[in-house]
């Protein structure tokens, strides 16, 4: 990771300081994601739920490294403008594009196909996003599906479903607040 991606981190961790609408991962889940999209080599990323962009920053810095793009989606365009501006310090504008709106319409029309896609919005939607982008998730794709520990019961119907899917391994990490870690098969 460089050092303009380090500083815009930084930037974006002291803005995001203490705001409970931030909800942004805790920062050694983060530099996990970072570390996993490298080991994966992951080109063409998916992020539901960019709020003011640290995941973002952390996937983007990897799939940078690696060549690739992020698509990463918000609801709210306060938050989207406010990552974006993150993203231009950490010089990554080339590599992720923001969308904004009810991530569900977003991802059943995007086109191509995924390889790494971290699930952090509404935990109730998990399901469904998950299935949205089945069919142009690639063999051996990584599916990480955040607060897995402090939302247990709000994501116990999509933990179940993962692992009865046949499409995928689904495993818990105990990594920040818990990520369920689907694969592709
Ligand atoms: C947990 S936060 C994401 C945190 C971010 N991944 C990070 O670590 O910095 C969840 C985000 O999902 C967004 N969100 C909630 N419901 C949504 C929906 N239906 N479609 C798209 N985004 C949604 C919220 O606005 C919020 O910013």
């Known amino acids: 990771m460089n050092d303009q991606v380090k500083q815009a981190?930084?930037?974006?961790?002291?803005?995001?300081?203490?705001?409970?609408?931030?909800?942004?991962?805790?920062?050694?889940?983060?530099?996990?994601?970072?570390?996993l999209v490298r080991a994966?080599?992951?080109k063409r990323g998916v992020e539901i739920g960019t709020s003011f962009g640290y995941s973002g920053l952390h996937i983007g810095a990897a799939i940078a490294e690696n060549g690739g793009t992020l698509t990463?989606?918000?609801?709210?365009?306060?938050?989207?403008?406010?990552?974006?501006k993150y993203f231009a310090v950490a010089g990554l504008t080339e590599t992720i594009r923001c969308e904004t709106g009810p991530a569900i319409e977003i991802l059943?029309?995007?086109?191509?196909?995924?390889?790494?896609?971290?699930?952090?919005?509404?935990?109730?939607?998990?399901?469904?996003?998950?299935?949205?982008?089945m069919p142009k998730l690639t063999r051996g794709a990584v599916v990480l599906t955040d607060?897995?520990?402090?939302?247990?019961?709000?994501?116990?119907?999509?933990?179940?479903?993962?692992?009865a899917c046949?499409?995928?391994?689904?495993?818990?990490?105990?990594?920040?607040?818990?990520?369920?870690?689907?694969?592709r098969k």
Request: glycine share 6%.
């Open 166 to 183: 046949p499409e995928l391994q689904s495993v818990h990490l105990p990594i920040g607040n818990g990520f369920e870690m689907s694969v």
């Open 9 to 35: 981190i930084a930037a974006c961790a002291a803005f995001i300081n203490g705001r409970s609408d931030a909800m942004a991962l805790p920062p050694e889940a983060a530099e996990f994601v970072y570390t």
């Open 108 to 133: 059943n029309r995007l086109e191509g196909s995924f390889d790494f896609v971290l699930n952090d919005a509404d935990k109730v939607n998990c399901i469904p996003y998950v299935e949205a982008l």
């Open 72 to 84: 990463t989606i918000d609801v709210l365009p306060s938050k989207t403008e406010a990552a974006q």
């Open 40 to 42: 994966t080599g992951a």
């Open 147 to 163: 607060n897995s520990i402090t939302h247990a019961k709000e994501l116990a119907g999509f933990v179940a479903w993962a692992r």
